[in-house]
Structure formats: C-alpha cells, structure tokens
C-alpha cells in the first residue's frame, strides 16, 4: 500500500452525534429531571484539539518516511501536517516508526559480565585465584555487573576473542605489573 494510500485511508472516518442518556431506573411516565437525563457529546476527530507534537515524534515519523523511501516534500509535508492536527494520525505513525525503524543498542559498549567470562566457574574468578587480577583468591564477583577486566577470557559464545589485556590494554598501568 502506498503512503497516499495510508493517508486517504486513515481520513476516511464518520462524524459522531450526541445522544442523551436516560436513567434505566427512571419510572415509565415520570417527567425526566436534569439530574436523570445526561448527554453524551463525541466530538469530531477533525475538530478535536490535540497535544502539540513533540520533536521526537516528529523526528521518528521522518525517519520512518526515509526508511521507506519517501521523498517527495509534498507528501512529507502532508503527514506531518495530518499529525499536527490529528492525534490518531500521529499514534499511527509513531507507531509505524516505532514497529519498523531499527533499534540502536541502549548502551554500547564494550563491557562483559563475568556470567560471559570464561574464568568464571563455580561462582569463583580463575583469574584472581591465579594471580592475574588485583583481588582476593577466593574471589566471588557480581556476575552481572557489565566491566571491563584485564583478567577477561571470552566465553565461548563471544565473537570477539580477545582476552581483557588486548580489550581493554587501559586497564594496566605503565610500570606496573597486573599479576
């Protein structure tokens, strides 16, 4: 389906009437009073007023646009208009944004857990009870805290397999030793 498409489809809805309401416990034949009768109003989407659009939706709804490959002004110009005006349009929008942008990583980096370490084994890190890491040798870490250690060996389901000393050579200061 076209994004013309989408717009049309997404205009094409009905207005609403009121309709008053009247108590189920009214006796038959009783005059109705103000407090028995309520009316209910339901408000054209058109006409309805709506929360501004945030930048960050607008942002996601043009980067959707150029995922899809969307780059004539005109129709870019007129989505973003319908979802000024229309919270409907903009919700389904975002919400195409949302389903079928990619995903960045939350928090890249490069850090391991000892749970993907392959010194960890019965809760105690190799590396300490070696000598390798500044620790006791009896040490038990927080399995998964993410860190960068000098003492990393990659688990084996870790596509990079460079020990913590070539990850993280930062880790060991000049002059020293680390084991």
Do not use: H
Not at 50 to 59: F, K, L, Y
Not at 90 to 109: C, I, N, Q, S, V
Not at 119 to 137: D, F, H, P, T, Y
């Amino acid at each position: 389906m076209t994004l013309s498409a989408l717009i049309r489809k997404r205009n094409a809805g009905n207005l609403a009437t009121a309709i008053p309401a009247i108590s189920a416990t009214q006796p038959k034949g009783e005059a109705a009073t103000v407090a028995r009768i309520a009316t209910v109003a339901v408000a054209n989407p058109e006409e309805a007023k709506t929360a501004p659009m945030t930048a960050s939706e607008e942002m996601a709804i043009l980067a959707w646009l150029q995922s899809i490959g969307e780059t004539d002004p005109a129709t870019i110009a007129e989505v973003i208009g319908q979802c000024q005006r229309d919270a409907d349009a903009r919700d389904y929008y975002t919400g195409r944004a949302a389903a079928e942008l990619p995903k960045p990583d939350p928090f890249p980096d490069d850090r391991r857990t000892c749970d993907q370490c392959a010194n960890l084994i019965a809760r105690r890190c190799q590396a300490a009870k070696r000598g390798e890491i500044v620790a006791s040798r009896n040490y038990e870490p927080i399995r998964d805290l993410p860190r960068r250690c000098e003492g990393y060996a990659p688990g084996a389901d870790d596509p990079d397999r460079r020990p913590g000393r070539e990850c993280w050579p930062g880790l060991i200061q000049k002059g020293g030793k680390s084991g």
